[in-house]
């Protein structure tokens, strides 16, 4: 008999310079150098040969008393849990609250009564409608989960990076969720609201206006989660002490100010690295460049709330920060990656109705309805009503109840007691003082299914809206509009949403028609409220207008060929790296190019891998000789030519000429073209770049 040839897993190797084990109570160990753990089974027992199942003879039948074998396909095949009905795709991190001031004054919530106080954070980013594997750059309205570990209990806003929603009641939810997913006789598309049953539902669900202006602007494509505002949507109440009430939104504000992509570019960008949002999480986190938030509140009374212009219970829309001014509470920063993304960012579970004592909810029927949603939804996920036992979830204050058993209960109560009251003095008692208490709003009424009149204006914010944006910011919300619904095959639907724009915005309403062909433009949709003119723009709704005034956090692709000038690529990285901003080097082949001076210049990308979609600004540090092989390449010619098509700024050395030649660019063209001379060329490239993009050129490219 032929000697076996039993394959051998040999001496694990390792890539990482440390080896991390972790403890019974879930904290990391380095492992010893040489003192590699041996691979056991779930149960703990030692496994001596983890690439062979069981078998009679080399050749023969598997046996079922493989009981190694079995436990590690059994797992295997219920490694997947369901992805989350929406919101499935996301990607979170670890970090703090840090309380600026008591605020007492208006709510006793414990987290806001000491300055200086630190609540551990988790966050969850996410877009809605693509599933758990889709693109980053999918235009959808971006989730801001947040998780404040307080001492007083939980406490989840559960927010978007847009401040409004598209429907008024949560039992319209399934029915604009199933039209914006994969239609479900084909399965596609896949991600993308530029389809017609999305466009159908938008086209007869008037109150969604305001949202999908929204949604057409580029809110809805951000250059990275870092750059966007969250907020809360809805009004909440917070409540002090005396248990009285003040109206409270919340809203979150980037320190690194907002930015987003044009639509061409998320295109590129889903191909390129359609991980693009969690990689420049990622890579923050990992380099130390903590993103922050400033959690800000816009705070106001029943008097306020009753003579506001719309209802604060509407969900469609908002309280300009022009009319109420946010006031900042502290800061939120993300310092910590999560050590497994499934333990954490896959099985967090948030819930509008975790609030803590002195937050409370308003009837808002949006929040009303999510109130019942995100309970619920955790069971079909999570597979058990103990999910609140997994480390994610857990709070990390004190918690004692009498809830017990159930599938995978870890912490049952301990003791004879395990109800109240009871005799025998165990076990946690209720606190008026400390406990959780609801506004005592009164309140009366007939049972009706109605939809209040005073949420009837379903135009007024979308015009303010678009009106609100400055010209660059208008003209995509009018392209993205034309794309979406250039993909809807039902000219009904097309031209049904014509006459709603008409009531937005004749102009916008024309060009769109325009691109859709549509000759005869359709009667303005009836309006159960006429559409309002004398609504103040609010400067805040736009991007631009409140962009950052460093290039900090930023990223610039230097493009370099063989022959570049390596002192000078030093001074231009110096000089990006001192503003915080990073640099990564492009070059024609792995590994990089021989510099002038005979240095080698290492490079993150090659060419074909690198393109200028994936950053900010781009310089190109190239010879002539360089320059020109690089002319023939494709990849390179859209590298220059995406990065003048995207109104991005382009530094380059002279010897960059030949192939901005071939790629259609000329150097002289306009102001976001800058020579790299010497060092003040690189000064003035770095003040240029914190204008972010050229949007003057965007006329003369026709993006
Ligand atoms: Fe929702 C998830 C935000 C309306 C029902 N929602 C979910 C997440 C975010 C939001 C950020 C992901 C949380 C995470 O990262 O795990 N949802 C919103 C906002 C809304 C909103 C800002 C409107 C203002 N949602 C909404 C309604 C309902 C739901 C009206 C149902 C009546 N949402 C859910 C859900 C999800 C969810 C089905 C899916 C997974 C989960 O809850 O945990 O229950």
């Known amino acids: 008999m032929a000697k076996s040839a039993r394959q051998s897993s040999g001496t694990p190797a390792t890539i990482h310079d440390q080896k991390l084990e972790r403890g019974n109570g879930g904290e990391l160990h380095q492992i010893a150098e040489g003192d590699t753990p041996v691979l056991t089974t779930a149960q703990g027992v030692p496994v001596a040969d983890d690439q062979n199942t069981l078998k009679i003879g080399e050749r023969g039948p598997s046996l079922i008393e493989d009981f ?31 309380t600026y001031e008591s605020l007492a004054k208006y709510t006793r919530a414990d987290i806001f009564q000491r300055a200086g106080e630190k609540t551990p954070a988790f966050v969850r980013f996410s877009t809605v409608a693509g599933s758990e594997g889709s693109a980053d750059l999918a235009r959808d309205v971006r989730g801001f989960a947040v998780k404040l570990y307080t001492k007083e209990g939980n406490w989840d806003i559960v927010g978007n990076n847009i401040p409004v929603f598209f429907i008024q009641d949560a039992i319209k939810f399934p029915d604009i969720i199933h039209s914006v997913k994969p239609e479900p006789d084909r399965g596609f598309p896949q991600a993308a609201s530029a389809h017609d049953t999305f466009w159908d539902f938008i086209s007869l669900t008037p109150e969604s206006m305001h949202m999908i202006m929204w949604v057409m602007s580029d809110r809805a494509i951000p250059r990275s989660f870092r750059f966007m505002e969250g907020f809360g949507v809805h009004t909440f109440r917070f409540l002090n002490a005396k248990d009285e009430s003040t109206f409270v939104k919340f809203h979150w504000k980037p320190k690194l100010g907002l930015q987003s992509v044009v639509w061409n570019e998320a295109l590129k960008i889903n191909g390129a690295d359609p991980d693009f949002h969690r990689r420049d999480l990622w890579d923050a986190i990992q380099s130390g460049n903590f993103p922050e938030w400033e959690l800000r509140v816009q705070l106001f009374d029943q008097d306020f709330a009753d003579s506001f212009d719309f209802d604060v219970l509407d969900p469609t829309k908002l309280i300009p920060e022009e009319v109420i001014a946010p006031i900042a509470l502290g800061r939120l920063v993300l310092d910590r990656m999560p050590d497994n993304l499934f333990a954490e960012t896959e099985q967090v579970a948030f819930m509008t109705q975790n609030v803590p004592p002195g937050v409370d909810f308003s009837n808002d029927p949006l929040l009303q309805g999510r109130n019942f949603s995100y309970l619920d939804t955790q069971i079909k996920r999570l597979g058990s009503t103990n999910f609140t036992h997994l480390p994610i979830n857990a709070p990390k204050c004190p918690f004692h109840h009498f809830q017990q058993d159930g599938h995978m209960a870890m912490r049952n109560p301990v003791g004879r007691v395990n109800y109240q009251p009871n005799s025998f003095g165990e076990g946690p008692r209720e606190s008026a003082q400390r406990g959780f208490r609801s506004f005592p709003e009164a309140m009366d009424g007939q049972k009706v299914r109605l939809r209040a009149a005073s949420f009837a204006d379903h135009y007024s914010q979308a015009r303010q809206f678009f009106n609100s944006q400055t010209a660059p910011e208008q003209k995509h919300i009018g392209m993205a509009l034309t794309f979406e619904l250039s993909k809807v095959e039902t000219s ?15 102009g916008l309403a024309e060009t769109v028609a325009d691109k859709l062909g549509i000759k005869e433009l359709p009667k303005p949709a009836d309006a159960a409220v006429a559409p309002r003119d004398d609504l103040e723009p609010s400067p805040a709704l736009s991007i631009l207008a409140n962009g950052p005034d460093s290039f900090a956090g930023r990223k610039v692709g230097v493009l370099v060929s063989p022959g570049a000038d390596a002192s000078l690529l030093k001074k231009l990285r110096t000089a990006i790296e001192k503003e915080g901003a990073t640099v990564e080097v492009i070059a024609p082949k792995v590994g990089g190019v021989e510099a002038a001076d005979g240095t080698m210049i290492a490079a993150k990308h090659m060419i074909d891998g690198g393109p200028s979609v994936l950053f900010d600004a781009v310089a190109l540090v190239l010879s002539e000789e360089g320059a020109e092989r690089l002319a023939g390449e494709a990849a390179a010619r859209d590298f220059v030519a995406d990065a003048f098509a995207h109104c991005k700024f382009i530094a380059f050395t002279p010897g960059a000429a030949p192939l901005l030649r071939k790629a259609g660019v000329d150097p002289k063209a306009d102001e976001g073209l800058i020579g790299l001379g010497d060092a003040k060329a690189i000064a003035g490239f770095i003040e240029s770049c914190r204008k972010l993009r050229l949007w003057s050129r965007e006329t003369a490219v026709k993006l």
């Open 68 to 98: 190694h074998f079995r436990e590690k396909i059994f797992h295997f095949d219920h490694e997947r849990i369901p992805e989350r009905v929406v919101h499935a795709r996301g990607y979170g991190a670890h970090g703090y609250f840090e």
């Open 492 to 506: 009904v639907i097309r031209e049904r949403m014509i006459s709603h724009l008409l009531n937005i915005d004749e």
